[in-house]
């Protein structure tokens, strides 16, 4: 699927959850495309300019401190990076149903290939606060299906039911903060100020977010785009 369908994709069912009176929206993912999200919830606003809380939440980024290594007080003995200790060790506490340890693998670099030294790049939950993101870089590795056929990137068979048992309450607490405080902040109902946040005028705004379906309610889908991306 390219970028673009992506995040139209994204965009459209959130227009549509809008509708339905969806305005607080909360898109949690696991790492990898998270820049896609984030574009897709700018893109969102930018396109239809509709008042709300919109956020694209990388859930293990949220609670990077959870997957400390073993050398500075955590239970794992290597990095996260992608289906790896980490991952898989999480599969075992989610779903350990569908997790068979007899196929897991470890992988590493490719020995003959260059690489620029491992101090300029963050791995995947950034949880090094190196200058550099994963995602920030583009052409220097090889591709994944080249350097990692197997699909891991680390050693899963280190993982185990227990290891990540701390980051999945942490990030359990973590929405329920946000939610919290989110609601707090805008209760059912209401929204961020429309004139402040958005191009729109409260009383333009007015039918449109009052409760679907209730007196003087109009749907969003009657709503003239102004935003930049409209064509």
Known sequence: MSDDAFEQTIMNVMYGLWNEGFRKQILITN????NEIEKAVKRFMNTFQLPGFYLALEWHRAVREFFETIEYGGKLDTRFVHADEA??????ELFPEMVNMDYAVDT???PEFKYMPVGHFDKSVEDLYRPNTYKARAGDIPLELVATPEAVVGKSSLAEAGKTKRALAAICEY???LCAELLETWPAGT???PEATTFRTNEEMEPYLKEPGSKGWKSVYSLP???PYCF
Not at 31 to 34: D, L, V
Not at 87 to 92: A, C, D, P, Q, Y
């Open 31 to 34: 790492h990898a495309q998270q």
């Open 87 to 92: 991952e898989t060790s999480l599969g075992l």
């Open 108 to 110: 590493g670099p490719m």
């Open 175 to 177: 929405l329920d903060l």
């Open 191 to 193: 929204v961020p100020d």
């Open 225 to 227: 785009r102004i935003g």
